[in-house]
């Protein structure tokens, strides 16, 4: 692959670091001296003696998939407590918006919306059990609205089941900015 005898300890890191990776190492960015990560895939492809075409065929869609994945809508899960403010100070409960927040996980990125509501059903139960039914300040929990890409929201009861789909609609939210 070209490289100098005194570093083939690291290319050799490198290789077992890049088929360790379900990725291929092509989520990261790295040069070694010698090799961007694509490059280091097209020449193990080369060193190999694989038919080029369809490598290159297989490394460029794994890259648009990367791509997709970095460039995707987010999917997440608001905690709804019916809030109404009285005397909270507005800089404590923009502290404690976070709390009504919670992430999908990076796989459910590109999953459909049955695997998305799989998952966060999953999540809802698992956030009421832990949290005991009410998030710190902001109350007892309703329900969880699972906010999907086209400004539909899915919601769940506290137990996770699937009570209806409708616009996407949040109770409020405390935000604080610097500028």
Do not use: C
Not at 21 to 46: C, K, M, Q, T
Not at 51 to 78: N, V
Not at 126 to 139: A, D, I, S, Y
């Amino acid at each position: 692959m070209g490289y100098p005898e005194h570093s083939l300890p690291n290319a050799g890191k490198r290789l077992a670091a890049a088929l360790a990776d379900p990725d291929l190492g092509l989520r990261s960015s790295h040069y070694d001296f010698r090799y961007s990560n694509r490059e280091f895939l097209i020449a193990l492809v080369d060193a190999l003696a694989i038919d080029r075409e369809p490598a290159l065929a297989a490394i460029d869609a794994l890259q648009r998939k990367l791509q997709r994945q970095r460039y995707a809508f987010r999917p997440w899960i608001f905690v709804e407590t019916g809030f109404r403010r009285s005397t909270e100070p507005v800089f404590a409960l923009a502290a404690m918006e976070g709390h009504r927040r919670i992430r999908m996980p990076e796989s459910a990125v590109l999953a459909g919306n049955k695997e998305l509501v799989r998952i966060a059903s999953e999540k809802a139960k698992e956030h009421f059990r832990r949290h005991q039914g009410e998030v710190p300040l902001w109350g007892e929990i309703k329900e969880y609205k699972l906010i999907l890409e086209n400004e539909e929201q899915v919601v769940l009861d506290p137990a996770g089941a699937v009570v209806r789909v409708e616009p996407v609609r949040l109770s409020s939210e405390a935000t604080l900015r610097l500028r």
